[in-house]
C-alpha cells in the first residue's frame, strides 16, 4: 500500500529532527562553538511539536478513541518540551540544570522521541484512512506551513489544544522570537522552500524524487 503524502511527509520530518539531533549528542556539543547545534535541533522539535498540536490533532480527536489519544500525545510533547528545556538551561549554563548529566539526559529525549514518532505515525495512518487523497494533501501542507510559523522553543505548561493553545503557540512565536534576536541564538530561518517551488511538498505532492533520494536509492 502506498503511503499517503502526509504519512511520508512525517516520515521525513521525523528523520530530519534525528538528523539535527546526531551532532547535539556529542559531548563537545556543549562548547559555545558549537551550541548552534543543540539550537538548531531543539527549535526544529519544538516547531514540529506546536505545528502538530494545532493541526494533526484536532483531526486526532476525531477518532472513535480521539481523546484517549491525544492525552497520551499531550503527555509525550510536555514531557518531551520540558527535556527540551532542560537541554537548552544545561546548554546556557543554567544554574538549574547544570548538575544534569548529558548522556541521561539524551537517553531520556532519545526514548521521547521513540515514543513520539511511533504515535504520529499511528495517527497518522488512522487519519488518512478517514480522509480522500485531496484532504490528506491539504492536511499535510496545512501541517508544514504551521511549522513555519510555530514558536521555536518550548513551553510545556502552557495550553496545547483548542483554540487557546493555538493563542498560545501564537504569542509564543512573537516572544521566541523577540528572546532569539536578544541572545543571539541561531534558529532557521525558513524550514521549508516555498511550496510552489522545488520543496519538500511539492515533492510529497507530485510524487518525484527527493533531493539526493537518488544518490542514496
Not at 546556557?92 to 515514543?115: A, E, K, M, N, P
Not at 480522500?132 to 489544544?161: I, W
Amino acid at each position: 500500500m502506498t503511503a499517503s503524502t502526509l504519512e511520508m511527509a512525517l516520515t521525513y520530518e521525523h528523520a530530519r529532527i534525528r538528523e539535527l539531533a546526531e551532532p547535539a549528542h556529542r559531548p563537545e556539543a556543549a562548547r559555545p562553538e558549537h551550541r548552534h547545534q543543540t539550537d538548531w535541533f531543539y527549535a526544529i522539535a519544538a516547531q514540529h511539536l506546536a505545528a502538530a498540536e494545532d493541526v494533526l490533532l484536532p483531526h486526532v480527536r476525531r477518532l472513535s478513541d480521539g481523546s484517549e489519544l491525544v492525552t497520551l500525545y499531550i503527555g509525550n510533547a510536555k514531557e518531551l518540551e520540558r527535556s527540551l528545556r532542560f537541554l537548552k538551561g544545561r546548554q546556557y549554563g543554567d544554574s538549574r540544570f547544570v548538575d544534569l548529566q548529558h548522556t541521561d539526559l539524551w537517553q531520556h529525549i532519545d526514548r521521547l522521541l521513540d515514543q513520539h514518532e511511533e504515535l504520529e505515525t499511528t495517527y497518522s495512518r488512522r487519519i488518512c484512512e478517514q480522509l480522500d487523497s485531496r484532504d490528506v494533501n491539504t492536511l499535510t501542507e496545512d501541517l508544514l506551513e504551521a511549522e513555519e510559523r510555530a514558536p521555536t522553543r518550548a513551553h510545556p505548561s502552557s495550553p496545547h489544544t483548542g483554540p487557546a493553545g493555538r493563542v498560545a503557540h501564537r504569542m509564543w512565536r512573537l516572544a521566541d522570537t523577540a528572546w532569539d534576536s536578544a541572545e543571539g541564538r541561531v534558529v532557521p530561518t525558513k524550514y521549508h522552500a516555498h511550496p510552489k517551488r522545488d520543496s519538500t511538498l511539492s515533492h510529497y505532492l507530485y510524487g518525484t524524487p527527493l533531493p539526493g533520494a537518488e544518490e542514496h536509492g
